[in-house]
């Protein structure tokens, strides 16, 4: 979408879970309209908060000492009303009401499909941050959050390993990604786990039980399996247990699920330098008259993506990645 005016008036929202570098997206969007002469509005309350009219004007001194901070100031949460017609005419009339030209919204995939549908009903600015620690979306190497998530992860395996080492056991760690495996890879080679199970690949429970069995032929007294999220692995942990206690005997397992802690925590200095830098890009994208879009990083370049780019085809697996899995844990 080609805008003919530049904005005056900017809102920002945060929407969906949370991710470590939310704060500093927000600060860096507010302090990029102060440079500009733009006046910014902060939306509490994600989407629900378009709707309830949960306005308030922000400026460079509002958003003092976020950058540090994990989770998000502006709050976040779900909207069911937001996914009605009626709903999106009212966050649309909102926004009138209160004369703002443009929006941003930090977010993963349902708050950048939201704001895809925001922006097509009523032909209104918008522009999408991608925020998640899952890093599944589409037309950006890496989302806001990702990194901070894998730092935790490694710190917790770390722990675990010292644990499973004294005592000769097994442990199946799983963690966050709903249906992408991300932060299993890197985490599990960051870590030197035995084996990674992620959704894109279905490798078996036989599969595992031989390599687990190569392991303790190689000498190994204890392992580290890491079990990402979703339909074919991290569901059944528990059952995944069992049976490899069933097959391997020998092994004490023990099953840690890392949950939400993976969402909290100040965000690494990554996270903070990438979020900043989408901020201000996602507000200087608009002042140069381009809206309905996402913004990215590649190669290292901040980028704009379509959102039918972002949504619809969800980034793969690195295969190097998995190469090196395989390699590694021998």
Known sequence: MVMTETPKHIAV????GDAPGMNASIRAVVRCCAYYN?????????FEGLIEKEFKVLDARSVKNLINRGGTFLKSTRSDRFLTEEGRALAFQNLRDEQVDALIVIGGNGSLKGAQILGEEHQFPVIGIPATIDNDINGTDQTIGYDTALNTVIEAIDKIRDTASSH????????MGRNAGDI???AGIGAGAEEILIPEQNLGKERLIKSLKQSQKSGKTSSIVVVSEGKRTGKNIIRLSKYIMKHLPEYEVRVTVLGHIQRGGAPSCYDRVLASRLGVFAV???????ANMMVGIRNKDMVTATFEESLTNRSKINEELLHVAEITKI
């Open 168 to 175: 000769n056991r097994l442990f199946l760690v799983e963690v």
């Open 184 to 186: 299993a890879v890197s």
């Open 13 to 16: 929202l945060t929407s969906g």
């Open 284 to 290: 200087e994208t608009l002042l140069n008259h381009t």
């Open 38 to 46: 733009v006046q910014c509005t902060g939306v509490f309350r994600g």
